[in-house]
């Protein structure tokens, strides 16, 4: 399994940004990808996460209302729209694969699968 993410870069405080990963290697039809991010000096940090088959997304509290998790499988891709940027959203963004229930997605140990990374700098 591969993940490609990409999309990020520098952005003023109030702005938008989306963030892709392609995923490809097999079939995802039982897994979730989700979408963490880590600042300087911090760690990792659940954002969001979707079923790869539709239906259920989770959220972190401190970005609900302003990021959109989606997904498009004919392009094996998940997207990150990231609108009202604040300086503290600034981090390496990366997505993940996990298999385990939707109780247990905003846990980083329980993915298996990741992707490269890709920085999100939020400007006051």
């Known amino acids: 399994v591969q993940l490609q993410a990409s999309g990020g870069g520098l952005v003023q405080a109030g702005g938008s940004l989306r963030l892709s990963c392609v995923a490809s290697?097999?079939?995802?039809?039982?897994?979730?990808i989700a979408w963490f991010r880590q600042a300087p000096g911090k760690e990792r940090e659940f954002v969001a996460a979707t079923r790869w088959s539709g239906g259920d997304t989770k959220y972190a509290d401190s970005v609900k209302g302003r990021f959109t998790i989606s997904r498009d499988k004919a392009k094996n891709t998940v997207y990150l729209q990231m609108n009202s940027l604040k300086p503290e959203d600034t981090g390496v963004y990366s997505c993940a694969i996990t298999s385990v229930v939707y109780g247990s997605w905003a846990f980083p140990e329980h993915y298996r699968y990741w992707g490269q990374g890709t920085l999100v700098t939020v400007s006051s």
């Open positions: 290697g097999r079939t995802f039809s039982n897994s979730a």
